[in-house]
C-alpha cells in the first residue's frame, strides 16, 4: 500500500522513512510488472517471427545457381569490359611506337566531366622534357601557376597512354580511344572506371599538337655556342 504524504502532518523520523520505504516499494512493484509485459511482448514476436519463417517458401536450385554467380542482388555487380582489352592494347602499343616518346611540345587539350566552372575549358600546355612548364586557359589567356591544383590536372602525352593501359589491365567498365594517324598521340580518351559508380567518367580530347623539338635543340645549340665563345677583354 503506497502512503498518502497530503494525510500526514509533521511526520516524525519514523514515519518519513516509512514513507520512502513504501515508495521504493511501488517503484519496485512498477518496474517488475513493465519487465513482465515486456518479456511476453518479445516472446510473442518471436514465435510469430519463427512462424513466419517455417512458411517461407524454399528458393529453387535455379536461383540458387544465379546468387551463387552474381553475389547478392542488392549490391551492384561490375559486368566485364565493354571493350576488347586485347585490341586495345595492340593499338596503344602500336601508337606508342610511332610517338617515339616525344618529350618536347605544345598543345590543346580539354576535359569534359561531371566537373563545373572552368574545369571543363581548353587549356594550352607547353612539354618540354616531358614534363609540363606552362599552362594556360585558351578562353581567358590566364596562366595558371604551378601552385594551383590545376596545374598538374591534366596529363602528358605519355600520362594519356597510361591511362590507357590501365584502363586495359584493370580493366575498366569502359574505353574509347582515337590516335593521330601520323604522329600516333590519343587524340581522344574516354573512360568509365565502375558502371556502379555514376557522374566518375572522364574524358580528354588532345589538338593541335605541335613538335617542339627543334627549336629547344636550336636554342640548346645557340646556349652551347655562346658558352664557348672566347671572352673577348
Known amino acids: 500500500m503506497c502512503v498518502d504524504s497530503r494525510s500526514m502532518s509533521y511526520p516524525s523520523t519514523h514515519q518519513m ?39 517461407r517458401r524454399r528458393p529453387s536450385p535455379k536461383a540458387d545457381e544465379d546468387n551463387e554467380e552474381t553475389g547478392n542482388q542488392d549490391i551492384c555487380v561490375i559486368p566485364k569490359p565493354r571493350f576488347n582489352t586485347t585490341e586495345a592494347l595492340s593499338e596503344l602499343e602500336s ?66 597512354f597510361q591511362i590507357v593501359e590501365t584502363a586495359c589491365t584493370t580493366p575498366y567498365a569502359n574505353l574509347y580511344v582515337t590516335y593521330d594517324t601520323d604522329m600516333g598521340y590519343p587524340e581522344s580518351v574516354g573512360y568509365d572506371v565502375n558502371e556502379c559508380i555514376a557522374d566518375e567518367e572522364n574524358s580528354y580530347m588532345v589538338t593541335d599538337l605541335v613538335d617542339m623539338t627543334p627549336l629547344v635543340v636550336d636554342a640548346s645549340n645557340l646556349r652551347a655556342r655562346r658558352r664557348r665563345r672566347p671572352h673577348q677583354g
Not at 518479456?39 to 517471427?49: A, E, F, I, L, Y
Not at 606508342?96 to 616525344?102: A, S, T
Open 17 to 55: 522513512i516509512a514513507f520512502i520505504a513504501s515508495l521504493a516499494l511501488c517503484a519496485s512493484a512498477a518496474h517488475e510488472e513493465q519487465s513482465t509485459h515486456i518479456m511476453h511482448d518479445h516472446r510473442h514476436h518471436r514465435h510469430r517471427s519463427r512462424g513466419r519463417h517455417l512458411r
Open 95 to 160: 601508337n606508342r611506337l610511332k610517338f617515339d616518346n616525344l618529350q618536347n611540345y605544345d598543345m590543346r587539350i580539354q576535359r569534359s566531366c561531371f566537373c563545373y566552372g572552368d574545369a571543363i575549358d581548353p587549356y594550352l600546355l607547353s612539354v618540354r622534357n616531358g614534363v609540363t612548364v606552362s599552362v594556360a586557359n585558351e578562353q581567358t589567356g590566364k596562366a595558371v601557376s604551378p601552385e594551383d591544383y590545376r596545374y598538374n590536372n591534366f596529363p602528358t602525352i605519355i600520362d594519356l
